[in-house]
């Protein structure tokens, strides 16, 4: 009978941010709209036209790195704005 022993890496239990990247996003952007179009979503009202707005002006930007930081300054500007969103946000969706 032969025991084996496997080395296991010790895992940091500190809790690294990074910033997405442009790419990410945009392959969020595009994983919602191709939820939008699995659940037959009109592609011309609503979240569908407000998200091909966002990726083509993600695309159409000279800087994406830039642009997606100056986007989630226009979008929440300051910590009162945020934890105002996210209550709000909280309290509609995740209530049932």
């Not at 809790?15 to 392959?27: C, F, G, N, R, Y």
């Not at 209550?87 to 509609?92: G, T, V, Y």
């Amino acid at each position: 009978m032969s025991t084996t022993i496997q080395n296991i890496d010790q895992v940091s239990t500190e809790v690294k941010t990074s910033l997405p990247t442009w790419q990410e996003i945009e392959k969020s952007i595009i994983d919602i709209l191709r939820a939008g179009n699995f659940y037959n979503k009109d592609r011309n009202i609503g979240f569908m036209t407000y998200y091909k707005k966002q990726l083509d002006e993600l695309r159409k930007s000279e800087d994406q790195d830039q642009y997606i930081i100056d986007k989630a300054k226009q979008l929440i500007p300051n910590e009162e704005i945020y934890d105002a969103k996210i209550k709000s946000f909280s309290n509609s969706y995740y209530k049932n």
